[in-house]
């Protein structure tokens, strides 16, 4: 279905992007069923565009949620489309529940999916009271001073999780490494960024250096992978090998294997763990 659709361009600057999301119509309740009916009983790909165009605007309004994370809005942006086109692919609209309450869930879980993958601080973080940490901490607490015992006792109850998680996700955040991209939460174009100032200036000899390092990583990895089952080693290599527009989230490899997606977060944590085993024996 997403191959033949067409979305408003994201080359130029993300307020020019807005104001053409902002001016797709939203639909009435009656325009939207009767959408989604000609894409379920139809196939119809004009249905489903003008479903995902009339709630582009939320997947716009979900991402700026999410700017604390240091990463490009353009990214976020694009990752909730996916999920929003994922949310109109399996909408039932005899239901009686709203698109965009139903399309949410899919935007957020993409979303939630690019952040983890890109923010090398919390990829450890994959309890699930890590990442209900994770995604919550930060915005619960008052200022940048370290939470007080009272206050960090407070945050867990709240959350459910225990007062020494709160702390160690604390700890991270404030010990993260810094920033190639620019942190701002303005969207300005021409801010700076450390990964502005950043140069190539390694002789021949280094070149020659970081080649030997980049092949013997590579025969690591594959004795790595050879370590898995077939099962594990697809779900590794959908969601960490294949190229960038193409990895696979939790969720799709939960509809591709018949398991929960917390089934698939399982044996993709023993298998990496089993594969960083390899790795550091062969090392």
Do not use: C
Not at 115 to 137: D, E, G, S
Not at 184 to 206: G, H, K, R, V, W
């Amino acid at each position: 279905m997403t191959s033949a659709l067409t979305l408003p361009s994201m080359s130029g600057s993300i307020e020019s992007y807005i104001q053409s999301v902002n001016a797709f119509p939203t639909l009435s309740q009656e325009e939207e069923t009767r959408l989604a009916r000609r894409l379920r009983d139809e196939g119809e790909i004009s249905a489903a565009q003008q479903l995902i165009l009339s709630h582009l605007r939320v997947v716009v309004s979900i991402a700026r949620g999410y700017k604390g994370y240091g990463l490009p809005q353009a990214d976020l942006i694009q990752e909730g489309n996916v999920g929003l086109m994922k949310a109109v692919r399996r909408f039932d609209p005899e239901r009686g529940v709203r698109l965009v309450s139903f399309a949410m869930h899919w935007i957020k879980a993409e979303m939630h999916e690019f952040i983890m993958r890109n923010w090398r601080l919390v990829k450890i973080a994959t309890t699930k009271q890590q990442r209900k940490l994770f995604f919550n901490l930060r915005s619960m607490k008052k200022g940048l001073d370290t939470l007080t015992p009272s206050e960090v006792d407070a945050v867990a109850e709240k959350l459910g999780v225990k007062s020494e998680e709160v702390v160690e996700m604390e700890t991270r955040f404030s010990g993260r490494d810094i920033s190639l991209e620019p942190l701002s939460d303005d969207d300005d174009e021409n801010a700076y960024s450390p990964i502005t100032y950043l140069t190539d200036d390694a002789e021949p000899s280094q070149q020659l250096e970081i080649e030997q390092n980049k092949r013997l990583r590579g025969e690591s990895l594959e004795q790595s992978l050879a370590s898995l089952d077939a099962r594990s080693r697809h779900i590794i290599e959908a969601r960490w090998l294949r190229e960038k527009d193409n990895t696979a989230t939790l969720h799709d490899l939960a509809d591709e294997l018949g398991v929960s997606a917390e089934r698939i977060r399982q044996i993709e944590a023993k298998a990496i763990q089993k594969m960083r085993g390899v790795m550091t024996a062969d090392s």
